[in-house]
């Protein structure tokens, strides 16, 4: 093996990166950004060292100050000792181009502290898999031994609701000039929060928007003694304000969440999911890796030279469960 692929191979990266190596971690995001072969594999050991860290989403419009509010609530971990893991998910560069550097500015103050460990992932660097690579990349924090992970998404569309999933505490973010709270509504922000945050609290309309949403939370009435109260907090990030409060709403949600002797059905449920999605994404990449050779190729041909239409192909492909086995069990 040469120098050049022992620094990438996921399984001596693995090894290294639980040892506690920084340098490896960095290298194993890499790797799971690039969702190769070994990705499966890979997390599966990673997944067996989770669930010691407290994972917290930060979500919400552009601008309203997810990045000045993770960058606060990191010098408050700080303080009490706590490390950090963050992942940055920038899905739409169209609408988003420069918070990935803006977020690099905003949080460099930490970039030299052994105890935070900052990593941004975009639409270009995943190859598709931004949801799956967001979750991943935070289960790979926790595994390492961050006591926090962040993930802070705009939230704008499915691709942020999926990663979400993987957080333990969902806070949503606000600023009083998104106005209308029935865009929260519509974009299926109040179904996710568990905590509610107004930022720019500085600004005119805050106490009204925390108003507003507080009485559409008492339309959903919590079932049972020790269900979660949504709060809404209010934050002038920028000045550090609030965000203290914010970490203390944070632990006690998570607190709530271990109290709860029912265990949690939609966190079954999510990870039956879960593998579904993990074999759709293997199976694809095992197929397209096949597509050079054998009868995954011949098919192809087929296609391409008119003999056959793309549905006979797949059915083909489908009904014919040696090959597709054969096919799909030389994946790694
Ligand atoms: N007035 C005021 N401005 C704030 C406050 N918090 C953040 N800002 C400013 O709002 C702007 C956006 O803040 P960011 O933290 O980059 O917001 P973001 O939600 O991470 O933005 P994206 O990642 O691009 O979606 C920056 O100029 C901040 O300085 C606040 O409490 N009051
Ligand atoms: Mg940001």
Redesign the pocket.
């Known amino acids: 093996m040469t120098t050049m692929t022992r620094k990438r191979d996921p399984k001596l990266l693995t090894e290294a990166m639980l040892a506690g190596d920084r340098v490896a971690l960095a290298r194993l995001i890499t790797v799971i950004e690039n969702r190769g072969a070994g990705t499966a594999a890979t997390m599966s050991k990673i997944y067996k060292k989770c669930g010691k860290a407290h994972t917290i989403g930060i979500t ?1 419009p ?8 993770t960058s606060s609530v990191i010098e408050h971990l700080r303080e009490r000792g706590k490390t950090v893991g963050v992942v940055a998910v920038d899905p739409s560069s169209p609408f ?1 181009g420069g ?1 990935v550097l ?2 690099r500015i ?1 949080m460099q103050k930490h970039f030299l502290d052994e105890g935070v460990f900052i990593r941004s992932l975009s639409t270009r660097g995943s190859h598709g898999g931004l949801a799956r690579s967001g979750r991943d990349v935070s289960r790979l924090f926790d595994a390492f031994g961050k006591d926090y992970v962040i993930i ?1 998404t ?1 939230g704008v569309g499915q691709t942020e609701l999926d990663i979400m999933e993987v957080a333990d505490t969902v806070v949503v ?1 606000l600023v009083p000039e998104a106005g209308d709270t029935v865009q929260v509504m519509k974009a299926g922000l109040l179904e996710i929060a568990d905590v509610f945050v107004v ?5 005119d309309g805050a106490l009204r928007m925390k108003t507003e949403l507080e009485m559409m939370l008492h339309l959903k009435t919590p079932e049972g003694d020790d269900a979660w109260q949504v709060p809404v907090l209010m ?5 550090g304000v609030g965000t203290l409060e914010l970490i203390d709403a944070c632990v006690a949600h998570q607190d709530n969440r271990k109290r709860r002797v029912t265990p949690d059905a939609r966190m079954q449920e999510r990870l039956k999911a879960e593998v579904l999605e993990i074999c759709e994404e293997e199976l694809m990449r095992r197929l397209r890796a096949g597509r050079t050779n054998g009868e995954v190729g011949a098919l192809l041909d087929a296609v391409g030279s008119g003999e056959k239409d793309p549905y006979e192909a797949a059915l083909d492909l489908l009904g014919s469960p040696e090959e597709l086995s054969k096919l799909i069990a030389g994946g790694d």
């Open positions: 919400g552009p601008g309203a100050g997810k990045s000045t509010i988003s918070s803006g977020d905003r802070e705009v973010v930022n720019k609290a500085d600004r934050t002038q990030a920028s000045a």
